[in-house]
């Protein structure tokens, strides 16, 4: 799709739309979920514990299902897709960082963001 013109294309996913239908909403902004060490092993700089803000550069294109960020998660699948022993963090996106927040066109209910707050292990 390098290059494509999708102006006007019909039945690609509203990233606004699905955040709205999938992910609950708080004062703050959106909850979702993430694991840790699941794929790749957590940069050395973040803090993994209540509270602590984590950032990474994220891949804008919304064509690519897996890419750079901070790769978080539906409820729904984080519990499909882990075993039950698995720790889950619930993280905060907070309106004001909703800019850095890609969701690929062909989600499954994962998508990455430029920042998070880590707020409790569900």
């Known amino acids: 799709l390098s290059g494509s013109n999708l102006s006007g294309v019909k039945g690609l996913l509203d990233p606004i739309d699905w955040m709205y239908q999938n992910l609950e909403k708080i004062d703050e902004g959106y909850l979702a979920y993430k ?24 891949n804008p294109l919304p064509t690519l299902d897996c890419a750079c960020g ?17 720790p889950i963090w619930q993280v905060l996106i907070k309106w004001e960082w909703l800019p850095g927040v890609v969701v690929s066109y062909n989600t499954d209910g994962k998508f990455r963001c430029s920042r998070v707050k880590l707020l409790r292990r569900v």
Do not use: H, M, Q, Y
Not at 78 to 83: A, G, I, P, R, S
């Open 70 to 86: 901070v790769n978080v998660v539906t409820l729904e699948w984080v519990k499909k897709n882990n075993l039950p022993d698995t």
């Open 35 to 58: 694991t840790f060490n699941s794929n790749f092993s957590p940069p050395d700089r973040w803090k993994i514990e209540e509270g602590a803000e984590i950032t990474e550069v994220i």
